[in-house]
């Protein structure tokens, strides 16, 4: 168990409404991630973050942003929602440097309606 | 050709059976090699994680990399109900900010008491 959290862990939302998830770890590591799983594309890569304020793109990172202003918080926001979000959206982190294995939050489901 | 390639299943096995799970994968300037469970509507769980080519043990769980071949096996024994589950191979290349992480699609495994 790396505490990770996800908040909510359910949300159902409509189109075009903005929507934000929160991931939350309590161990202070450097790297996080946020991942959409889907049935037939497995776990896709949407942003990452390297540090505070420090953050790129993923794969499927179009209608997608996020912030990281505190070492345990990466948000990740869905601008304006769109019915192709509805997914499952895990949060993982990477304990350092050196380290290459990742490890993942309990995950929020999200429908956009 | 995807980048990794895993058996879909599903595979439905007896209790007590020595279950094989493969990926292969066309990457080779992959070097880490982990698996993951996932329980049903539950995140990724890191099983076992490997640095190099050959064999790693961890109670009923042996992990085996081939890098010459690009092929990599979970083997579980004495398989239990518990370990019904959907099984994720992953892979990274050696960069410490972790973006270039790749998942196989999955396979679904059910151990039948």
């Known amino acids: 168990d790396a505490g990770i959290t996800q908040s909510p862990r359910h949300k159902v939302t409509e189109t075009g409404t903005p929507v934000t998830l929160r991931c939350h770890q309590t161990e202070n590591h450097r790297y996080m991630y946020w991942y959409r799983q889907d049935p037939g594309h497995g776990l896709r890569l949407i942003h990452y973050s390297y540090g505070v304020k420090d953050t790129d793109k993923g794969e499927v990172s179009d209608g997608y942003s996020v912030s990281r202003s505190k070492t345990e918080d990466f948000l990740l926001t869905l601008e304006s929602a769109t019915s192709s979000q509805t997914s499952v959206y895990f949060c993982?982190?990477?304990?350092?440097?050196?380290?290459?294995?990742?490890?993942f939050g309990p995950g929020t489901r999200l429908t956009v309606t | 050709q995807k980048e990794v390639e895993q058996d879909p299943g599903p595979l439905s096995v007896p209790e007590g059976a020595i279950v094989s799970l493969n990926c292969t994968y066309s990457n080779s300037a992959f070097q880490y090699f982990m698996w993951y469970r996932q329980y049903s509507r539950k995140g990724p769980e890191l099983l076992m994680y490997?640095?190099?080519?050959g064999n790693k043990e961890d109670g009923r769980f042996t992990a085996q990399v081939d890098k010459s071949s690009k092929y990599i096996s979970l083997f579980i024994r004495d398989s239990q109900p518990s370990d019904s589950a959907t099984y994720l191979c992953a892979m990274n290349v050696r960069d410490n900010y972790g973006q270039n992480f790749v998942f196989g699609p999955g396979t679904r495994l059910s151990v039948l008491p």
């Open positions: 490997t640095y190099s080519s």
């Open positions: 993982a982190l990477k304990r350092g440097d050196g380290y290459y294995e990742q490890y």
